[in-house]
């Protein structure tokens, strides 16, 4: 079967862009999912205390005033559920389901240069072809299961937080240990510490954490989201991050320490990730973030009743905000509970899986942990991984996993040379993950829905960068990062250095969000500036 575009993943991205193609351009448009629904990333990540950290009324479509209207999130930082609410609520309001396949799986896409097609395959061995292919795969698709020997002796259940079974899992007197103390881990702990008999945490890297501090929303607060669309969608579109607070002007030099703390102090209390906007300069100057740091650690330490657990926790060693900065409700507070330990895994190094439990061998000399259930909270192979997963293939054969052997090569994170038509949702080299993830997509589903359109209007067959342009954005990607603490932490994610073996280039753009957006406003203006487009061929 033959579509005009297809559609790689029914998330936010992939939503977003059917309505794009479809109902903008009357494209005939295909998506296809892996999962049993649409809900991308809050499909699979349904473990316990899962939960988004952008606030309610920025995590959403700006596109629609009407839709902005008509929903009203019930929390400050919606769940699971809640979200796939919404994107079901998205998905009825525009008609999106009878274009949307689900439990396909993609594995393979090749692009044939006698047809100018994309021809997709599947899992099951369907097959299909496009004129356009859109990867809306997600960042944070591709769970990483470390290579820890005797996993597979292991006589209890184990998981994968992005992987978590639908039914849930029953931690009603368990011994379970969790692996990992990112975002994701820190919301689990403190809820399946409520349930189980006893939670083991094992920490390899330290990480700062802000609360939450979430609640039920008030009506006031609902009505004001409702009314206050352009403010709120303006604003979000106007800062480096696409959240829907602005970043302070004020640099930590620019007060007394004093003044400071009080700045710290009632950005702890406001809680989430404006913590990160107190001052403008947190994730560009090394000795103002230590000043943040500072304040962090000091949190900890006042939190956590026994001094070497706390010391453990606060013993962090990269700038905040240089990870993935997480924010909670009670984690550092729940190591205060009895049925509550830490293994610091920098000084007793997991040994091996055995099929009791985890073996650390280290300071503490050689220790059993017994255990029923293990909980791998160690994240994902972010952003190159959901498009390696799949076999793609490009001009004369030229595959995908070949060409970013060395890392991601994209052109402002939306193509790449040699794959021609062949467009990425959030891709290496854009804002993605350094941001609010629905106005970064929205913004390049929009950009993308008008490439396309231009292609049709103009006659062009086919879209791809080219080589110089990739180089030098791949460059630019790397610049952007130096210019920012995030270079300092060499052991993130954002580098690939979660995932055994995987090539050590910082991915996202860190830029910003609006200046990246005007960026690519201009490439357009200037008729795809930096990209080749290719005629149809007169006929012979
Ligand atoms: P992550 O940030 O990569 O954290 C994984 C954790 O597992 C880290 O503590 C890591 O330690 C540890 N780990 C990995 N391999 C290990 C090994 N072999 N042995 C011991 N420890 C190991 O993953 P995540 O927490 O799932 O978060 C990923 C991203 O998803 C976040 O940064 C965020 O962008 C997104 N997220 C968002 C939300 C939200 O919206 N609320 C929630 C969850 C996640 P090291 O640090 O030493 O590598």
């Not at 292919?133 to 290579?147: I, W, Y």
């Amino acid at each position: 079967m033959h579509f005009d575009a297809i559609v790689i993943g029914a998330g936010f991205a992939g939503l977003y862009q059917l309505h794009g193609l479809r109902d903008r351009l009357g494209l005939r448009v295909r998506v296809l999912e892996a999962g049993g629904d649409l809900g991308g990333t809050w499909y699979w990540n349904r473990y316990p205390g899962a939960r988004c950290d952008s606030e309610s009324h920025a995590y959403r479509y700006f596109f629609s005033r009407e839709l902005n209207d008509e929903w009203q999130s019930t929390e400050r930082y919606p769940g699971p559920p809640e979200i796939r609410a919404y994107l079901d609520y998205v998905a009825k309001k525009f008609d999106l389901r009878r274009d949307m396949k689900f439990g396909v799986r993609v594995t393979a896409a090749s692009f044939d240069e006698g047809t100018n097609r994309w021809r997709v395959e599947t899992e099951s061995g369907e097959q299909c072809t496009a004129t356009y292919l859109v990867a809306a795969v997600g960042c944070l698709s591709a769970a990483n299961v470390p290579d820890i020997p005797g996993l597979k002796d292991f006589r209890g259940n184990w998981y994968h937080t992005g992987q978590w079974p639908q039914e849930g899992v029953d931690f009603t007197g368990k011994r379970v240990g969790q692996i990992g103390t990112g975002s994701t881990g820190i919301q689990a702990a403190p809820v399946i510490a409520q349930s189980a008999a006893h939670l083991t945490v094992f920490q390899r890297t330290a990480n700062y954490s802000v609360p939450a501090r979430n609640a039920p929303l008030t009506p006031e607060f609902k009505r004001w989201v409702r009314d206050n669309f352009d403010e709120i969608r303006g604003i979000a579109r106007s800062t480096v991050n696409g959240h829907a607070f602005r970043i302070s002007e004020r640099n930590v030099a620019d007060v007394t320490p004093e003044e400071r703390e009080a700045v710290y102090q009632a950005a702890w209390e406001t809680g989430g990730l404006q913590f990160r906007a107190t001052f403008r300069d947190l994730v560009t100057d090394r000795a103002a973030n230590a000043t943040a740091a500072e304040f962090l650690k000091a949190r900890i330490r006042a939190a956590v009743k026994d001094p070497a657990t706390a010391e453990s926790l606060a013993n962090i060693d990269h700038p905040y905000a240089a990870k993935r900065p997480p924010i909670d409700t009670d984690y550092f507070e729940t190591f205060n509970r009895a049925n509550v330990s830490l293994v610091d895994l920098r000084a007793d190094p997991i040994e091996r899986i055995t099929a009791d439990g985890i073996r650390t061998e280290g300071k503490s000399g050689r220790r059993e942990h017994a255990l029923d259930i293990i909980v791998f909270a160690t994240g994902f192979d972010a952003m190159t991984g959901p498009l390696l997963k799949m076999d793609i293939r490009g001009r004369a054969g030229r595959s995908l996993r070949e060409d970013w052997k060395t890392g991601p090569e994209t052109y402002l994170g939306l193509q790449m040379p040699g794959f021609p038509n062949l467009f990425t949702i959030t891709g290496p080299g854009s804002p993605s993950v350094l941001t609010n993830m629905p106005v970064a997509i929205e913004q390049h589903v929009d950009w993308i829905t008008e490439c396309i359109g231009h292609l049709r209007r103009n006659g062009i067959e086919t879209i791809e960068p080219s080589a110089q342009a990739t180089r030098e954005w791949t460059a630019t990607v790397q610049e952007a990062a130096q210019a920012t603490v995030l270079w300092d932490a060499k052991h993130s994610w954002y580098f690939g250095a979660n995932v055994a073996g995987k090539p050590q280039v910082f991915m996202p753009y860190a830029g910003g969000l609006a200046r990246y957006a005007k960026l690519c406003e201009g490439v357009a203006e200037r008729g795809y500036e930096g990209f080749v487009l290719g005629r149809a061929k007169a006929p012979a």
